[in-house]
């Protein structure tokens, strides 16, 4: 069963093609997978006598079809808080010069999903 795993972060580094997990074909509508790191500090505010959170570098990684539907631009990722919803990788290791990876299964700017959030709970 996967791990999944919800992170909230500024990417570190520029967002970069994965050749590698992309279809081999020369088909100019292929799918493009990209990846970025991203680190995540934890909470600050811990319940007594449990363990400080350290900070995490993953490796996130995600398809253009993805940062489209979130209208999202690989050139400005880097400038965006972002909250990301995914499963967590060990078989690409090789790529994840992070601590993990992560497949992402939604990712959104974090400013949007706090305003989502906001009409919602207006809505109720």
């Known amino acids: ?16 093609l994965v050749p590698e997990l992309m279809d081999k074909t020369k088909n ?3 799918v493009k997978v990209f990846a970025f790191e991203l680190r995540e500090n934890g909470s ?3 319940p007594k006598r449990l363990p400080k959170p350290s900070n995490v ?6 398809n253009d079809t993805q940062l489209k539907r979130s209208n999202l631009d690989p050139e400005t990722l880097h400038n965006i808080d972002l909250v ?24 959104v700017e974090k400013a949007i999903k706090r305003q989502k959030e906001e009409d919602q709970e207006k809505a109720i």
């Open 28 to 30: 100019p509508n292929r």
């Open 1 to 16: 069963m996967a791990h999944k795993i919800t992170i909230t972060g500024r990417p570190i580094d520029k967002i970069r």
């Open 84 to 107: 990301i919803s995914g499963v967590i990788t060990l078989k690409v290791k090789p790529l994840v010069p992070g601590h993990m990876g992560i497949v992402t299964l939604t990712i």
């Open 57 to 62: 570098t993953f490796t996130v990684f995600v």
């Open 44 to 46: 600050e505010g811990t």
